[in-house]
């Protein structure tokens, strides 16, 4: 099993928190598509960890919109 350190992590994004939210946003992404269930597939969290850590997603923040009165 392979650990992913805060520090790691947050050098792919602005800060660690934000980092988690990429990576379970991707992982959700991942979920919609079909897999080969396999027994050596990997968790879809650690899938995404990987790839945010190797820096092969591309993401972008939105500013949150505010509801007109």
């Known amino acids: 099993m392979q650990v992913f350190t805060p520090?790691?992590?947050a050098k792919h994004a602005a800060n660690?928190?934000?980092?988690v939210l990429i990576a379970a946003k991707f992982a959700r992404?991942?979920?919609e598509f079909p897999r080969?269930?396999?027994?050596?597939?990997?968790?879809l969290t650690?899938?995404?960890?990987e790839e945010l850590t190797s820096g092969e997603i591309?993401?972008?923040?939105?500013?949150?919109?505010?509801?007109?009165?």
């Open 16 to 19: 660690k928190y934000l980092s």
């Open 36 to 43: 080969d269930r396999s027994i050596n597939e990997k968790k």
């Open 58 to 69: 591309d993401y972008k923040v939105v500013p949150r919109r505010r509801p007109s009165a």
């Open 29 to 31: 992404v991942l979920n």
């Open 7 to 9: 520090k790691e992590v």
């Open 46 to 49: 650690t899938r995404a960890l």
